[in-house]
């Protein structure tokens, strides 16, 4: 998927180059499909991007996909003053999944307490690009 952001003099692209969601979401889907151990995990409608990622992040069949960055800190501070003896991986700092952003859910990645605005009848996130 792509979102689009507004003109720009370093592409041509416009709207029309901007596939529906639901053309993305097929396209993801046959994708899986072919990759084993790997399933839709995440998707975010407003950005037309579904997250396809590998089953073991999947524990006890919820995903965690998100990232405790304040771990993920503090695995990097012990990595550099160990000298890199201390080695770890995404599994040790992986956060689980907010139920809003997983795939097939009814908010298709809105986080609830976002506030969105009604502009010209549509619905408009303010997180932006």
């Known amino acids: 998927g792509v979102t689009y952001c507004g003109e720009s003099s370093a592409s041509s692209l416009t709207m029309a180059n901007v596939p529906w969601h639901q053309e993305v979401v097929a396209f993801v889907q046959q994708l899986a499909d072919m990759l084993p151990q790997y399933e839709i995990a995440c998707e975010h409608e407003h950005s037309n991007c579904l997250l396809i990622a590998h089953t073991k992040f999947k524990v006890?069949?919820?995903?965690?996909?998100?990232?405790?960055?304040?771990?993920?800190?503090?695995?990097?501070?012990?990595?550099?003053?160990?000298?890199?003896?201390?080695?770890?991986?995404?599994?040790?700092?992986?956060?689980?999944?907010?139920?809003?952003?997983?795939?097939?859910?009814?908010?298709q990645g809105f986080d609830p307490a976002?506030?969105?605005?009604?502009?010209?009848?549509k619905t408009k996130d303010i997180s932006g690009c």
């Open 114 to 121: 976002d506030t969105r605005f009604q502009r010209r009848n």
């Open 60 to 107: 006890d069949g919820e995903w965690w996909t998100w990232i405790d960055y304040e771990r993920f800190q503090e695995l990097a501070r012990a990595h550099e003053e160990s000298g890199g003896q201390h080695s770890f991986s995404a599994l040790d700092y992986m956060a689980k999944t907010p139920s809003w952003a997983l795939f097939g859910a009814q908010e």
